[in-house]
C-alpha cells in the first residue's frame, strides 16, 4: 500500500513561488530515493529533479536548476518542492515519484507515482 498524495498547486504568475509537498506512507520513507516529474497539457513526462535517500544529494533538470529546490523531511515522510521564478512553462502536473533504491543512476526508474498536483502559471 505505497501511497504519494501530492499538494500545494495552485495558479500563480510568472515570477511567483510555489512549495509543492508529497505525503508519503506505505513504507519506508527514508531508505528510498525520490524524485518529481511533470507532465504539461499534451506532453509527455519530464523528469524535474530527484532526491537520494538521505537527502543529502539532488539533481534536477537544466530549465529549472537555481529556481527549483527540492528537499525531503524523512521525520515526517515528506518531499518537497521549492518552486521559484515561475515560468510559464512550468505550468503542468507535478508528480512525486518513489525510486525501488535509496540512490539512483541515470537508467532509474521510479516504481511508485502519486496521483499529481496542478501548477498552472499564468498573468
Known amino acids: 500500500e505505497v501511497q504519494l498524495v501530492e499538494s500545494g498547486g495552485g495558479l500563480v504568475q510568472p515570477g511567483g513561488s510555489l512549495r509543492l509537498s508529497c505525503a508519503a506512507s506505505g513504507f519506508t520513507f527514508s531508505s528510498y530515493a525520490m524524485s518529481w516529474v511533470r507532465q504539461a497539457p499534451g506532453k509527455g513526462l519530464e523528469w524535474v529533479s530527484a532526491i537520494k535517500s538521505g537527502g543529502g544529494s539532488t539533481n534536477y533538470t537544466d530549465s529549472v536548476k537555481g529556481r527549483f529546490t527540492v528537499s525531503r523531511d524523512n521525520a515526517k515522510n515528506t518531499l518537497y518542492l521549492q518552486m521559484n521564478s515561475l515560468k510559464p512553462a512550468d505550468t503542468a502536473v507535478y508528480y512525486c515519484?518513489?525510486?525501488?533504491?535509496?540512490?539512483?543512476?541515470?537508467?532509474?526508474?521510479?516504481?511508485?507515482w502519486g496521483q499529481g498536483t496542478q501548477v498552472t502559471v499564468s498573468s
Open positions: 515519484a518513489k525510486y525501488p533504491t535509496g540512490g539512483i543512476t541515470i537508467a532509474t526508474v521510479p516504481e511508485y
